[in-house]
């Protein structure tokens, strides 16, 4: 079975522009989650979905952060506008219900100039 | 005070020997803990998880459990260049084990020859 999928694998953009993330979890998966990581501030949660429905997005930095899960298949992760300080590698993960592992997708570079 | 903390090293240790990783956490209700390893430009993954006090073990890896002290350690035995990776622990918020998983800043492991 293929794992968690991402989409940029590698995105350059300029400041104010558009950005926007894709994942498709682990089929089967009822959770997923999106991360984000720099050296500053480690791995930290984002926004988590269960059955295609926002639980929880404390995460979120502000309003230019926005996430959906229209299916099970498929999130996407927008950032509107874009700033230098969103440069960072944003990860989605996916876990079944039955199991507490979160497997990680491959993740998304993100650099903002 | 973070809510799970690590030594970031980085911890440098020569092959064949004993590398130990410690963590704390500052939720006395956490159950569920768990050691991920990522190698640089790599996502995480899981290596080991631990619920219960005490030692578990697994091949090369013992996972250490303290809830009085709120501690968590990771041995790693025998230690290989391979080994050589960033290493995170982490735990689900509010003694859950679903939802929002909580990473330290991760320990720098180099092996060297």
């Known amino acids: 079975d293929a794992g968690v999928i991402q989409s940029p694998r590698h995105e350059v953009t300029e400041m104010g522009q558009e950005v926007t993330l894709r994942c498709k979890p682990i089929?089967?998966?009822?959770?997923l989650f999106w991360y984000r990581q720099t050296m500053m501030r480690g791995l930290e949660l984002l926004i988590y979905?269960?059955?295609?429905?926002?639980?929880?997005d404390s995460g979120m930095p502000e309003d230019r952060f926005s996430a959906k899960m229209p299916n099970a298949s498929f999130s996407t992760l927008k950032i509107q506008p874009s700033e230098p300080r969103d440069s960072a590698v944003y990860f989605c993960?996916?876990?079944?219900?039955?199991?507490?592992?979160?497997?990680f997708g491959p993740g998304t570079r993100l650099t903002v100039l | 005070q973070k809510e799970v903390e690590q030594n970031s090293g980085p911890l440098s240790v020569p092959e064949g020997a004993i590398a130990s990783l410690n963590c704390t956490y500052s939720?006395?209700?956490?159950?569920?803990f768990f050691w991920y390893r990522q190698y640089s430009g790599k996502s995480p993954e899981l290596i080991m998880s631990?619920?219960?006090?005490g030692d578990k073990e697994d091949g090369r890896f013992t996972a250490q459990l303290n809830k009085a002290s709120q501690y968590v350690s990771l041995l790693i035995r025998d230690s290989q260049p391979s080994d050589s990776a960033t290493y995170l622990c982490?735990?689900?918020?509010?003694?859950?084990?679903?939802?929002?998983?909580?990473f330290g800043q991760g320990t720098i492991l180099t092996v060297h020859p």
């Open positions: 993960a996916s876990r079944p219900t039955v199991t507490d592992t979160q497997y």
């Open positions: 089929s089967g998966h009822d959770y």
């Open positions: 979905f269960n059955n295609n429905v926002p639980i929880d």
């Open positions: 939720d006395r209700g956490s159950q569920s």
């Open positions: 631990i619920y219960s006090n």
């Open positions: 982490a735990t689900y918020a509010g003694g859950t084990s679903y939802g929002k998983l909580t």
